[in-house]
């Protein structure tokens, strides 16, 4: 059974940080776009970042360019996002994805996903 364990979240205060790691098990993802989603309470899910197969490439929402890096161990079949300098704004459930058939940003794309992790940045 392929599963994506978000772990991590919590609650900062502004200007903190957090990392939030996604660990994959079932089968490995090393092959695979892995992404970031979240959603902020009564919106929708949006992108945040992306990371390709082996890393070389990164992928970044406006909003948190700067603040945020994603990185991926596929020794692990781990992908991380660490978030830096956070705001309010930035609370939202954090979601992990898997292997996108479509655009990467797209959260429709993507094939595989995980429970969601709380991230809540006090002012």
């Known amino acids: 059974q392929v599963q994506l364990s978000e772990s991590g979240g919590g609650l900062v205060q502004a200007g903190g940080s957090l990392r939030v790691s996604c660990a994959a098990s079932?089968?490995?993802?090393?092959?695979?776009?892995m992404g970031w989603f979240r959603q902020p309470p009564g919106k929708e899910r949006e992108f945040v970042a992306a990371?390709?197969?082996?890393?070389?490439?990164?992928y970044y929402a406006d909003s948190v360019k700067g603040r945020f890096t994603i990185s991926r161990d596929n020794a692990k079949n781990t992908v991380y996002l660490q978030m830096n300098s956070l705001k309010p704004e930035d609370t939202a459930v954090f979601y992990c994805?898997?292997?996108?058939?479509?655009?990467?940003?797209?959260?429709?794309?993507?094939?595989?996903w995980g429970q969601g992790t709380q991230v809540t940045v006090s002012s």
């Open positions: 994805a898997a292997e996108p058939v479509g655009v990467h940003t797209d959260y429709q794309s993507y094939k595989y």
């Open positions: 990371i390709s197969w082996n890393g070389g490439r990164t």
């Open positions: 079932g089968r490995t993802f090393s092959h695979t776009v």
